[in-house]
């Protein structure tokens, strides 16, 4: 594959995003393919198909990737992304580093951080009256931890309470 694809995995909330973003800004501004275009919160995790058929086979054929964002608050038109074959292209979000990408990954990070601060962090962002969906996230999440163990299979494990890349 000419293009080389970093996963950055971890739990929502995690500091997943703000790390794909200074690892973007040092790999030249490369480009970040976020795993939340494609879940929701009615589909959370079993959204992968369509992220390797329309991201991963095009960008290791040389392809421009194409793919629909996932429309997460109800506007008109979320949007269609288009990533072309580059030196680098940085995969961010829950199971970004997930058993059935892995042939197309040069690397893969799991980003740890306690789940209470997770949790805090997501009800930041989207309030409390998300709190019902972040506890139905989660646990979503614990199941495909338990199953794949990304942690495990990461090339480098970093610590996501510490916001040494924000």
Same mark, same amino acid.
């Given at each position: 594959?000419?293009?080389?694809?970093?996963? %950055?995995?971890?739990?929502?909330?995690?500091?997943?995003?703000?790390?794909?973003?200074?690892?973007?800004?040092?790999?030249?501004? #490369?480009? %970040?393919?976020?795993?939340?275009?494609? #879940?929701? !919160?009615?589909?959370?995790?079993?959204?992968?198909?369509?992220?390797?058929? /329309?991201?991963? /086979?095009?960008?290791?054929?040389?392809?421009?990737?194409?793919?629909?964002?996932?429309?997460?608050?109800?506007?008109?038109?979320?949007?269609?992304?288009?990533?072309?074959?580059?030196?680098?292209?940085?995969?961010?979000?829950?199971?970004? =580093?997930?058993?059935?990408?892995?042939?197309?990954?040069?690397? =893969? %990070? !799991?980003?740890?951080?306690?789940?209470?601060?997770?949790?805090?962090?997501?009800?930041?962002?989207?309030?409390?009256?998300?709190?019902?969906? !972040?506890?139905?996230?989660? #646990?979503?999440?614990?199941?495909?931890?338990?199953?794949?163990?990304?942690?495990?299979?990461?090339?480098?494990?970093?610590?996501?309470?510490?916001?040494? !890349? =924000?």
């Amino acid at each position: 594959m000419a293009t080389r694809v970093v996963a %950055i995995d971890g739990h929502g909330g995690a500091g997943k995003s703000t790390l794909a973003a200074a690892l973007a800004h040092e790999l030249g501004g #490369a480009r %970040i393919v976020r795993t939340d275009d494609f #879940a929701s !919160w009615n589909v959370p995790l079993d959204w992968w198909p369509r992220l390797l058929e /329309e991201v991963l /086979e095009p960008l290791a054929r040389g392809e421009t990737a194409r793919y629909l964002r996932s429309n997460w608050e109800a506007k008109p038109d979320a949007g269609v992304e288009e990533v072309a074959p580059a030196p680098f292209v940085v995969l961010e979000g829950v199971s970004a =580093s997930r058993e059935a990408f892995r042939p197309f990954l040069t690397f =893969s %990070i !799991w980003v740890e951080t306690p789940r209470e601060l997770c949790l805090r962090r997501g009800l930041e962002r989207d309030g409390e009256q998300a709190r019902a969906q !972040w506890e139905a996230w989660m #646990a979503e999440e614990d199941e495909y931890v338990e199953r794949e163990q990304p942690r495990r299979r990461a090339d480098l494990v970093l610590r996501g309470d510490l916001d040494r !890349w =924000s």
